[in-house]
């Protein structure tokens, strides 16, 4: 059964640091594009990172602050979040494009590429 879990959220006070896990069972990870995204109540689900075999990507708000990485032995994509300010807070899920371009397709941040989207693992940046 293919599946993505992730965790590691949490509590955490602005300026802070988390590392999320975006483990994957059932398939290997390493040739497909993987990208996390946040949602909050009442919005739609914003792109946050994604990583492919060809570049990583980041949201305007992530740049300097989160860095995203794959680790092909774990089958587990991770993002290092730090600097944490409020807006960051919402639920975290990642998903992954089965369907790029071409093997070397570089990742974009758009919902509709990625599917199989994991339950999803929330973050509360508050002091």
Do not use: H
Not at 81 to 102: H, I, Q, R, T, W
């Amino acid at each position: 059964q293919l599946q993505l879990v992730e965790s590691g959220g949490g509590l955490v006070q602005p300026g802070g640091s988390l590392r999320l896990s975006c483990e994957a069972f059932g398939f290997n990870l390493e040739p497909y594009p993987i990208g996390w995204f946040r949602q909050v109540p009442g919005k739609e689900r914003m792109g946050v990172s994604c990583v492919s075999r060809s570049n990583t990507n980041y949201a305007d708000s992530a740049k300097g602050r989160f860095a995203i990485t794959k680790d092909i032995a774990k089958n587990t994509v991770y993002l290092q979040m730090n600097a944490l300010k409020p807006e960051d807070s919402g639920v975290y899920y990642c998903g992954v494009d089965f369907f790029p371009s071409n093997s070397y397709s570089d990742c974009r941040l758009i919902e509709g590429k990625f599917g199989s989207w994991g339950q999803g693992t929330a973050v509360n940046v508050s002091s």
